[in-house]
């Protein structure tokens, strides 16, 4: 199954606090189910702006701490994706703004992540989306 690492607490956002927007340099064309794999570093810097920003959206993160990170945490469908130049919601100005719809949690799966999109082998997948 296709998987992309997105760092803390984005990674949480995505499948616990709504956030339907994910943000990047690159377009995909992929529609359909992704795994959300939470990626391995955040500095404390990272999850500080990251923090302010998602109160800013009314939405309070749990501590870095206590994240989980090295892990497959969910399942999201891509829907769409646009290039935007202005800020909206969760997207930020000149990303392309993938939309996201359907957030699912699964059991976590320790996975090492990669850049760009990735495969998880299906059976590890399987064990824990059922």
């Known amino acids: 199954m296709k998987a992309i690492s997105v760092r803390q607490p984005w990674a949480w956002a995505i499948i616990y606090a709504l956030k339907d927007i994910e943000n990047r340099?690159?377009?995909?064309?992929?529609?359909?189910?992704?795994?959300i794999h939470a990626a391995k570093t955040c500095t404390k810097k990272e999850y500080q702006s990251a923090r302010e920003f998602c109160?800013?959206?009314?939405?309070?993160?749990?501590?870095?701490?206590?994240?989980?990170?090295?892990?497959?945490?969910?399942?999201?469908?891509?829907?769409?994706?646009?290039?935007?130049?202005?800020?909206?919601?969760?997207?930020?100005?000149?990303?392309?703004?993938w939309k996201l719809e359907?957030?699912?949690?699964?059991?976590?799966?320790?996975?090492?992540?990669?850049?760009?999109?990735f495969e998880?082998?299906?059976?590890?997948v399987m064990e824990v989306a059922a």
């Open 55 to 97: 109160q800013g959206m009314g939405v309070v993160i749990p501590e870095l701490i206590s994240l989980r990170r090295g892990q497959v945490i969910g399942i999201v469908t891509i829907v769409d994706c646009r290039f935007s130049q202005v800020a909206s919601g969760w997207g930020m100005p000149g990303q392309y703004h």
């Open 120 to 124: 998880v082998p299906d059976d590890l």
């Open 25 to 35: 340099g690159w377009p995909i064309h992929y529609r359909g189910d992704i795994l």
């Open 102 to 117: 359907n957030p699912r949690e699964i059991t976590p799966i320790p996975y090492i992540g990669r850049l760009g999109i």
